[in-house]
């Protein structure tokens, strides 16, 4: 179980913010635990979609908090001192991909990966760098059996008894080693000791693979590896050559972003980047919160990270680098700087210029505060304690003006119960926001053992709580609470520009078809390719419904089927080809992006290709209304409360009736939740949702409609999983106790609908 970390016994706040930042190197096992984390997540062939953490269960929430708390603060930890100064990345012989931007000189290196199949299981060694002060192997396997990582002791799961045994017979045994698991396939890296000057050859001896039980996969594995000095032609061969962009920097509210070197490799296109600042107490964190770095080039490509297992995040620890050379610029030395990698699909060949725009950046930022929190003698869960606490976080004026008790229950486990903080934030200088309040746990009150922080976008809203042992009573009276820090975010863009050095000619302009005969019709509905625009890096496909019924229009494409497999949307040529997803979309002023699918570029044997999808979904117009009430005597409930209703729909074609209501809370908001009785299970049409075009309150105030949803699947909430319709309608403040009772008004402007295909679109391609 992760926690904050906690100093050791301090006088006052100021003290322990002060030891905890100020290790100037960052803790070698926490480097090897964020690299075994981010290995197992380049693993992942599927990376689930963004999302706030307040959207994650809140057990989910805690462990996010307090992960990305210790993962930023570690980081922070190996910020440049005020007196270091720009690296000299001219010096860079090569990107080595899996590893990162390296000084090859000195260095023998693996010239071509080495793979072993035993039993179905492939071993393969995909770089080796022998450099003057250690030796690291990256390797990867697949094809293992099935193993569930959650069980895995954190110290087990790294024993890998990994040893280098050299031609005398020697060996040397591994110094660190960082793992993970996706799937049947494991990777990892590997470090040892310096190989003996001299020595180009060693064999591998991994005792069992990791992440694997013992006797269900083979063992004893021996790689031998045969190493070649890393000399001017070879590392050209080799490895992509990195540049330094000129002029690629951005200045804005006195943060300066600037790539420093650029890579470009068959598999992705790679960034080092630099944040420069001046404030000594602003420890940067990461460049991006609900937006990604966008990379887009002049023909019209937007890059997002490169297809799985190709890796986006590289760990490297901070070095001391030589002042630049004489003629060159230096850096105020007052200056505090950050440097990391950042990873994107491959560059189109026919790019001439790259654009990088950082949409925000953020910063952990000490706040020395503190505060106690009177229970009382008695205290209850659903308990509400008044506060006016002011903070002032690096401009941001925040204020807790109140705390709650809170259980939750997370299956079988014992429940946990929090103490959860009304926080409300004013608007600050330049747009500044804060996205994450973070406690200390060590030194707040003993009662407490976790701690969550999060931020919902939509609306904005800043969240923050503690979670108290659950092994013992709750305490009475004051708790201490101590604040550690906040994240802080400043808004952007920072835009940094660059030409693609070698490139001098005009891109290549993307050739667009508008296909007349790449349709078909299928349940009552003709799809078609509206248009098809054909790059050196993508092919991109825009539907649209032909000859709809009136007020029928397409939503979004289905790459899927409810409640069974489905083989998704896929393209394929005459020849038999499949194309995938590229890690590249196209840049589509006016269209949205849920009709437009984007995959790798045509072949240049292809004549004609065929686009499959499984099903759609449609928007039909209609327009109905209904009211549902709230009884009075709910109005001071806990929310846990449930009771019968009657009210029939007829919108869109579409008859239900809603039979059950009840009150809840999602992510701190009370809502109320309409259910109806069982629909028809998906087949060929079935409702996905209702579309919600206004809500009333019971005093006729309007709702916001980005608070309200509506769907329609299988019911979660019942053993019998039946399909059904739900509404769900806010109906009372953010962190309120009570809920507003009365009337509430509903009116609806349609449904939406899935449409079962398949449907085959095919085109010819012109001059093929």
């Not at 080595?96 to 290196?109: E, H, K, M, N, Q």
């Not at 060159?328 to 440097?339: H, K, Q, S, V």
């Not at 009075?632 to 009771?643: G, K, M, R, Y």
Request: contains cysteine.
């Amino acid at each position: 179980m992760n926690r904050l970390p906690a100093p050791e016994t301090q006088p006052n706040v100021e003290a322990g913010l002060t030891r905890l930042f100020a290790t100037p190197a960052p803790n070698p096992a926490f480097v090897d635990r964020l690299e075994r984390q981010l290995l197992t997540h380049h693993a992942a062939p599927n990376r689930p979609a963004r999302r706030s953490w307040l959207a994650a269960s809140p057990r989910h929430r805690w462990a996010a908090g307090a992960v990305a708390l210790a993962l930023v603060l570690a980081l922070a930890l190996a910020i440049a001192g005020p007196r270091r100064v720009l690296a000299q990345f001219q010096r860079l012989l090569g990107y080595v991909p899996g590893v990162g931007f390296v000084d090859l000189d000195a260095t023998r290196v693996l010239t071509a990966p080495v793979q072993l199949t035993r039993d179905g299981v492939t071993m393969r060694v995909t770089q080796v760098l022998a450099k003057p002060d250690e030796t690291l192997v990256v390797f990867e396997a697949e094809g293992l059996p099935a193993f569930d990582v959650r069980q895995v002791d954190e110290t087990a799961e790294q024993n890998l008894a990994a040893v280098l045994r050299l031609p005398d017979g020697s060996t040397l045994t591994g110094t660190r080693q960082s793992v993970g698991r996706a799937d049947d396939m494991v990777s990892g890296r590997l470090r040892f000791p310096p190989l003996p000057e001299g020595v180009f050859q060693a064999t591998l001896l991994l005792a069992r693979l990791p992440y694997v039980e013992p006797g269900t996969a083979p063992e004893e594995w021996e790689v031998p590896l045969t190493l070649r000095l890393a000399t001017g032609e070879l590392v050209a061969t080799l490895f992509p050559q990195p540049y330094v962009p000129a002029g690629a920097e951005d200045t804005l509210h006195g943060i300066t972003l600037r790539v420093l070197v650029v890579a470009h490799s068959p598999e992705a296109t790679v960034l080092k980047l630099q944040a420069e600042w001046s404030n000594p107490m602003w420890h940067f964190g990461f460049f991006t919160t609900d937006q990604d770095p966008r990379l887009l080039d002049d023909v019209g490509h937007r890059y997002g990270p490169p297809p799985a297992p190709a890796p986006n995040v590289v760990v490297q620890e901070a070095i001391e680098v030589p002042p630049p050379p004489e003629g060159t610029i230096a850096p105020d030395p007052g200056l505090y700087r950050y440097e990391l990698d950042q990873t994107f699909a491959s560059l189109s060949p026919s790019a001439t210029r790259l654009t990088l725009t950082v949409p925000d950046v953020n910063f952990e930022v000490p706040l020395p505060v503190e505060f106690d929190v009177d229970l009382g003698s008695q205290p209850q869960v659903g308990q509400a304690f008044p506060l006016d606490i002011p903070i002032d976080a690096a401009g941001v004026p925040l204020r807790i003006t109140g705390a709650r008790l809170e259980r939750e229950q997370h299956g079988a486990e014992p429940p946990e119960t929090w103490l959860r903080f009304d926080i409300v934030a004013e608007p600050a200088a330049e747009g500044r926001s804060v996205r994450g309040l973070h406690f200390m746990i060590g030194t707040s009150s003993p009662a407490f053992d976790g701690a969550s922080t999060g931020y919902e976008f939509a609306p904005q809203r800043l969240d923050a709580a503690l979670r108290f042992k659950t092994d013992q009573p709750l305490p009475t009276g004051p708790v201490r609470i101590q604040v550690a820090a906040a994240t802080l975010v400043v808004p952007g863009p920072w835009t940094l520009v660059w030409d693609v050095p070698g490139r001098n000619a005009p891109p290549s302009a993307p050739v667009t078809l508008a296909p007349a005969s790449a349709n078909q019709t299928n349940g009552g509905l003709t799809v078609g390719a509206e248009s098809v625009t054909l790059t050196d890096r993508v092919t991109v496909v825009e539907l649209a419904l032909e000859d709809a019924p009136a007020g029928t229009r397409l939503h979004q494409v289905m790459c899927y089927l409810p409640q069974q497999d489905s083989a998704g949307c896929w393209l394929e040529d005459n020849r038999g080809n499949r194309y995938s997803d590229p890690g590249v979309s196209w840049q589509t002023a006016t269209r949205p992006l849920t009709d437009t699918l984007v995959f790798d570029a045509a072949q240049p044997l292809a004549q004609s290709m065929t686009l499959h999808v499984p099903a759609v979904e449609i928007a039909v117009d209609g327009a109905a209304s209904f009211d549902v009430t709230v009884p009075a005597e709910f109005a001071d409930s806990s929310l846990d409360q449930a009771w019968p209703v009657d009210i029939p729909v007829a919108v869109a074609g579409q008859a239900l009736r809603f039979s059950q209501a009840s009150l809840t809370r999602m992510n701190s908001l009370p809502q109320l939740v309409l259910r109806s009785d069982p629909l028809d299970a998906p087949r060929d049409r079935w409702l996905t949702g209702l579309r919600l075009a206004a809500i009333s309150s019971p005093d006729g105030q309007p709702i916001d409609m980005s608070l309200a949803h509506s769907s329609a699947g299988p019911d979660f909430f019942s053993l019998e999983r039946n399909y059904v319709a739900a509404v769900m309608i806010p109906v009372g403040a953010w962190d309120s106790q009570s809920i507003q009772s009365g009337r509430y008004h509903v009116d609806l402007s349609g449904a939406t609908f899935g449409v079962r295909g398949p449907w085959a679109l095919t085109w010819e391609l012109p001059g093929r």
